[in-house]
């Protein structure tokens, strides 16, 4: 009877594992990624994007949130959160969902860039953020419910984890709190000398400050239901290319240990793609093809010959996508979203408020209990709250000195 028992008990369990793989295929398209580059994009700040750049990726990941894509990638961090947080996978592994991600896109709409979210512009006053207002993507979910209800996700459902709207919770209520100026990210950068040492310390600091910061679904690991969590991470991207950059062997060699304690290397194969971590080290590699705005461009780079793509082998199958859909009317009064006046804010040192008397603040130690939940490192945390602290009250002494200075030359 027991044999018996177990013996059905495998089978629901291999059927379930087996639809599990079903739906992935054809629910959410598993692109191959390309052996070589036909071509070489830049991904920019989405603020620097002209009016009918902004409208064309909105489109496109309008399109993607109704077709379920977004509720796919956000099950699929969900499901192997543990894998590829607190460990050497985070950098890599989020490398490759972001090309996924973009590689999808870019079959709805060729044209169209993954932007990414330069939070450091208005680090001091998130608030003051063009992109988390209804000109982009929209803030602070609604009072009570927490939906969001403006901007491109305006009143977006989901079905991922359960069935509700899209949500964000700012920490503070009505703010997110100040999140990492670039000054503190760039001090990790000059002195981080290994790479877990370096993903340690932006993991533990300015990633997960600004996933805490808007609350809601953003600080959950169904994230990626939020299109603003794959512009955060290519910011993160942007900000690991920008260290790989300053040492040409950063680009084909990882150390550390993954979530059950095995060394990393470049030959480690990364959770669920399957594919060997090295070939994610380049952004200029085959298969992801792309630069950063402000960022030197990485060598043309090959991955080593035999190199395991299980990932391209299995899910090769990827059926046509049918055409976006033509924009809709505009009716009298529906301006659309469109660009905030002004020039692009290319400033990546110090917040938008430089000239405000008041000092700046730096953001608030992260909860504990947040973190262990996330896999993240509580005394890695720690001491990056010492850094930014440190740094901020750097910032708040230059500019002391800079007033003082000013007042005694004017008089």
């Given at each position: 009877m027991?044999?018996?028992?177990?013996?059905y008990?495998?089978?629901?369990?291999?059927?379930?594992?087996?639809?599990?793989?079903?739906?992935?295929?054809?629910?959410?398209?598993?692109?191959?990624?390309?052996?070589?580059?036909?071509?070489?994009?830049?991904?920019?700040d989405?603020?620097?994007?002209?009016?009918t750049e902004?409208?064309?990726?909105?489109?496109?990941?309008?399109?993607?949130?109704?077709?379920?894509?977004?509720?796919?990638?956000?099950?699929?961090?969900?499901?192997?959160?543990?894998?590829?947080?607190?460990?050497?996978?985070?950098?890599?592994?989020?490398?490759?969902?972001?090309?996924?991600?973009?590689?999808?896109?870019?079959?709805?709409?060729?044209?169209?860039?993954?932007?990414?979210?330069?939070?450091?512009?208005?680090?001091?006053?998130?608030?003051?953020?063009?992109?988390?207002?209804?000109?982009?993507?929209?803030?602070?979910?609604?009072?009570?419910?927490?939906?969001?209800?403006?901007?491109?996700?305006?009143?977006?459902?989901?079905?991922?984890?359960?069935?509700?709207?899209?949500?964000?919770?700012?920490?503070?209520?009505?703010?997110?709190?100040?999140?990492?100026?670039?000054?503190?990210?760039?001090?990790?950068?000059?002195?981080?000398?290994?790479?877990?040492?370096?993903r340690?310390?932006?993991?533990?600091?300015?990633?997960?400050?600004?996933?805490?910061?808007?609350?809601?679904?953003?600080?959950?690991?169904?994230?990626?239901?939020?299109?603003?969590?794959?512009?955060?991470?290519?910011?993160?991207?942007?900000?690991?290319?920008?260290?790989?950059?300053?040492?040409?062997?950063?680009?084909?060699?990882?150390?550390g240990?993954?979530?059950?304690?095995?060394?990393?290397?470049?030959?480690?194969?990364?959770?669920?793609?399957?594919?060997?971590v090295?070939?994610?080290?380049s952004?200029?590699?085959?298969?992801?093809?792309?630069?950063?705005?402000?960022?030197?461009a990485?060598?043309?780079?090959?991955?080593?010959?035999?190199?395991?793509?299980?990932?391209?082998?299995?899910?090769?199958?990827?059926?046509?996508?049918?055409?976006?859909?033509?924009s809709?009317?505009?009716?009298?009064?529906?301006?659309?979203?469109?660009?905030?006046?002004?020039?692009?804010?290319?400033?990546?040192?110090?917040?938008?408020?430089?000239?405000?008397?008041?000092?700046?603040?730096?953001?608030?130690?992260?909860?504990?209990?947040?973190?262990k939940s996330?896999?993240?490192?509580?005394?890695?945390?720690?001491?990056?709250?010492?850094?930014?602290d440190?740094?901020?009250?750097?910032m708040?002494?230059?500019?002391?000195?800079?007033?003082?200075?000013?007042?005694a030359?004017?008089?």
């Open positions: 027991v044999i018996r028992v177990l013996k008990f495998c089978i629901i369990l291999v059927a379930s594992l087996a639809s599990d793989v079903v739906a992935a295929k054809t629910v959410f398209p598993m692109p191959r990624l390309e052996s070589s580059c036909a071509r070489t994009v830049v991904r920019r989405v603020t620097t994007l002209g009016p902004l409208q064309r990726f909105i489109r496109v990941v309008r399109e993607m949130h109704r077709r379920g894509w977004m509720d796919g990638f956000g099950s699929m961090h969900d499901h192997i959160s543990h894998q590829i947080h607190g460990n050497e996978h985070f950098f890599a592994w989020h490398r490759r969902f972001l090309r996924h991600f973009e590689v999808l896109m870019q079959q709805i709409d060729p044209d169209v860039v993954l932007p990414y979210w330069n939070w450091g512009t208005f680090w001091n006053n998130p608030l003051a953020d063009p992109v988390l207002s209804s000109a982009y993507f929209g803030g602070n979910g609604r009072p009570g419910d927490n939906c969001v209800i403006e901007g491109a996700e305006e009143r977006w459902g989901r079905n991922y984890p359960s069935r509700n709207c899209l949500t964000r919770k700012y920490r503070y209520g009505s703010t997110t709190g100040a999140f990492w100026p670039m000054r503190a990210v760039r001090d990790v950068m000059n002195t981080a000398r290994t790479h877990a040492q370096f340690s310390r932006i993991e533990n600091g300015a990633h997960g400050i600004v996933h805490l910061g808007l609350g809601g679904d953003f600080e959950t690991m169904w994230a990626p239901v939020d299109v603003l969590f794959f512009m955060h991470h290519a910011m993160i991207d942007k900000i690991w290319a920008e260290w790989q950059s300053r040492d040409p062997t950063r680009m084909h060699a990882v150390d240990y993954d979530a059950a304690r095995q060394p990393v290397t470049a030959q480690t194969l990364m959770p669920f793609y399957g594919e060997e090295g070939s994610a080290l952004t200029n590699g085959p298969g992801y093809c792309y630069v950063y705005d402000d960022v030197p990485p060598p043309a780079f090959r991955p080593r010959r035999g190199a395991t793509l299980a990932f391209n082998a299995m899910f090769n199958e990827t059926q046509p996508l049918a055409p976006l859909p033509p809709p009317p505009r009716h009298a009064g529906n301006s659309g979203f469109t660009r905030p006046g002004g020039t692009a804010f290319y400033d990546k040192e110090s917040s938008a408020e430089t000239n405000v008397a008041e000092e700046y603040e730096p953001p608030r130690p992260m909860d504990v209990s947040w973190l996330r896999n993240m490192d509580v005394e890695e945390a720690q001491r990056m709250q010492r850094l930014v440190d740094v901020v009250a750097q708040n002494a230059e500019r002391k000195q800079k007033t003082e200075s000013d007042v030359g004017s008089q």
